[in-house]
């Protein structure tokens, strides 16, 4: 009696943990480049009484095992990196990327972090930096009297340098392009981290290998759909009801054995 309080408790613990990753999901729903995470689930050890053998000669040996699940576990917490879908903005300094490559940021103490959110600025010294001031890698640097600037689909950037009739090359955006994206590790801020599981990063050329083309004016919003998380949800707190409902069941079952006389 007392295994199905602990197995159910564990269902509780595994739909809680869901319910968190869609309210994430949702309260992310309209940041730039940002992936949905999902849940996935993996059962516990089980308690074998009995295990599967091979019938004998008067096939009187049962040949399957008597066991007991003990539960669930979290497995872990992919994420889908499908396409959002592209924004106009018509802002110079919005890119998206059309493709699997993500943008590489600069962080202050040297580390080269990863994002797919192209909300880009400049800042007052004409470097490209994210939305949080972070440079972006490459560096890239626009001249003081620059009136416009171009980013092309291979990520040439140019600036129109008042005075001058020809655009100037300034630098080129380049990506980044993992084996397994799923394992990035999230770092807050729109930024996710190379970890041994992702591989190491590959740098390539824009349009080059899968990493996609730049469309400038553009922001990839996030992959993240409503409606599904919002039926997610449902089904989730189902699944929480049923769970908290063995508990009860249980506990009535262990009430009506102690008052046996």
């Not at 940021?105 to 797919?116: F, I, N, Q």
Request: net charge negative.
């Amino acid at each position: 009696m007392l295994k199905s309080l602990y197995t159910a408790a564990t269902g509780m613990e595994a739909q809680q943990t869901r319910m968190d990753l869609i309210a994430n999901n949702l309260a992310n729903t309209n940041t730039a480049g940002f992936k949905k995470a999902r849940a996935e689930f993996q059962d516990l050890l089980y308690e074998r009484t009995r295990g599967a053998l091979a019938p004998d000669a008067t096939g009187g040996t049962p040949p399957s095992p008597v066991e007991v699940g003990l539960g669930v576990k979290l497995g872990g917490t992919p994420r889908n990196f499908a396409q959002g879908d592209m924004l106009n903005t018509n802002n110079p300094t919005d890119v998206a990327i059309e493709g699997q490559g993500f943008f590489q940021v600069l962080k202050p103490d040297g580390e080269v972090m990863y994002s797919r959110a192209g909300n880009f600025r400049v800042d007052a010294g004409g470097r490209l930096t994210t939305a949080n001031g972070d440079l972006v890698e490459p560096s890239i640097t626009f001249p003081q009297s620059t009136t416009s600037m171009d980013i092309k689909a291979d990520g040439r950037v140019f600036a129109q340098v008042a005075g001058k009739t020809e655009p100037q090359e300034v630098g080129t955006l380049e990506l980044a392009m993992f084996t397994n994206p799923s394992g990035l590790e999230s770092a807050g801020g729109n930024l996710l981290r190379g970890t041994e599981g992702s591989g190491p990063a590959q740098r390539v050329r824009a349009g080059e290998e899968g990493a996609g083309e730049l469309a400038q004016g553009f922001l990839e919003n996030s992959n993240v759909q409503a409606v599904e998380e919002m039926i997610d949800m449902i089904v989730t707190q189902r699944a929480f009801e049923m769970n908290s409902k063995v508990i009860q069941t249980a506990d009535q079952m262990l009430a009506k054995l102690t008052n046996l006389r």
